[in-house]
């Protein structure tokens, strides 16, 4: 794959799996606290913090791009060096999952709360629709595109969705990607949704910084959420952090070792981490 466009590099502390000590080479966005979590820079933004900077770049027609961090991604950073420096170069990393907002407490990010995908996806279309923001989507399949946009147009009669395009399945090639690109870029859309599924999104949309003059926003199953053509888990498996519980028994051939094998690792690294910046008075920053 090609490597994303902003490098970093970072002190290594010497112990496998956590990095203490190392100075951040991207912040989150100014006056928002950034916390280290297993290896990945976790942003304690609100939900109207994300849509208030979100909107601004995207006015601007800046190129930033976005990550939403839940388990399944922070651990495929975690075993990705490649993917962990897409994440941790990101604009803004959003903590989807009650394990990050948990995880932002226990470091002293008081009164953290939750910056859904399928609630951050709705608010900025909202946004968008007011503040006359073009967006485009990137994703799903081509029946799920046709009832994305269908809501769309009931939901937000005036949003402006200037781009819509379902990929195949197989990877594309430099050329084609390099098409597309600039497609997205001319048709005006300055707020993208990606929805490939992780960590696909996050490297596709790194691939596109400095092509597309806009803010790439991988939301993955937030996309299918609002189309109709998946569930979201009932409010109480979202309050006590068991959505992939619920995502888990309506899909369990695809997700059964997503969350049983990535859920117990990131436990035991978080509280690996805690353990270390006690021992060694830090801050766990990014791991090498």
């Given at each position: 794959m090609e490597e994303p466009l902003r490098a970093h590099s970072s002190p290594q502390l010497g112990v496998p799996g956590v990095t203490a000590g190392a100075s951040p080479t991207r912040t989150g966005p100014a006056g928002v606290p950034s916390r280290w979590i297993v290896g990945i820079r976790i942003d304690g933004v609100t939900m109207q913090q994300a849509v208030d900077q979100i909107a601004r770049w995207a006015q601007e027609g800046q190129t930033r791009y976005i990550s939403v961090a839940t388990i399944h991604l922070t651990m495929e950073a975690h075993d990705d060096p490649a993917v962990r420096d897409i994440v941790n170069s990101s604009d803004m990393v959003i903590p989807d999952g009650m394990p990050m907002v948990w995880a932002l407490r226990c470091l002293g990010v008081r009164g953290q709360q939750r910056v859904c995908g399928a609630d951050l996806t709705p608010a900025?279309?909202?946004?968008?629709?007011?503040?006359?923001?073009?967006?485009?989507?990137?994703?799903?399949?081509?029946?799920a595109m046709a009832k994305l946009l269908e809501v769309c147009r009931r939901r937000w009669p005036r949003l402006n969705v200037a781009y819509a395009f379902s990929p195949p399945f197989h990877e594309l090639g430099a050329i084609d990607e390099r098409r597309i690109a600039a497609d997205m870029a001319n048709s005006g859309a300055r707020l993208i949704f990606v929805g490939l599924g992780g960590p696909k999104q996050e490297r596709w949309t790194a691939r596109q910084v400095g092509l597309v003059p806009g803010v790439l926003l991988p939301v993955g199953a937030a996309l299918d959420v609002l189309a109709g053509t998946k569930s979201r888990p009932p409010?109480?498996?979202?309050?006590h952090g068991l959505e992939w519980l619920h995502r888990l028994a309506?899909?369990?051939?695809?997700?059964?070792f997503r969350y049983l094998y990535?859920?117990?690792?990131?436990?035991?690294?978080?509280?690996?981490?805690?353990?270390?910046?006690?021992?060694?008075?830090?801050?766990?920053?990014?791991?090498?």
């Open positions: 900025l279309c909202d946004r968008a629709e007011t503040d006359g923001i073009a967006v485009g989507v990137y994703g799903l399949t081509q029946d409010r109480w498996a979202q309050r309506t899909e369990p051939r695809r997700l059964w990535h859920n117990p690792r990131w436990l035991g690294l978080f509280v690996r981490q805690i353990w270390l910046e006690g021992r060694h008075g830090g801050t766990a920053g990014p791991q090498l």
